[in-house]
């Protein structure tokens, strides 16, 4: 799975952190989502999905590959 996160869409939530924090993070300051990995493992795959669902802005993008 590809992830993709559009900054200008995130309204720093943290839903997408509280699902997969060792996909995505937050930034200081601002709370806006951080990609930390793009290309995450197949068993976060289920955490992912769930951030995504999650995402009150629809920021995150997944593709599979």
Do not use: W, Y
Not at 3 to 12: E, L
């Amino acid at each position: 799975m590809k992830v993709t996160v559009d900054t200008q869409k995130c309204i720093g939530s943290g839903m997408c952190v509280l699902h997969a924090p060792e996909v995505f993070d937050q930034r200081d300051g601002d709370g806006v989502v951080m990609l930390l990995i793009e290309n995450p493992a197949s068993e976060l795959d289920s955490s992912v999905r769930e951030s995504a669902d999650a995402c009150p802005a629809t920021a995150i993008r997944l593709a599979d590959q």
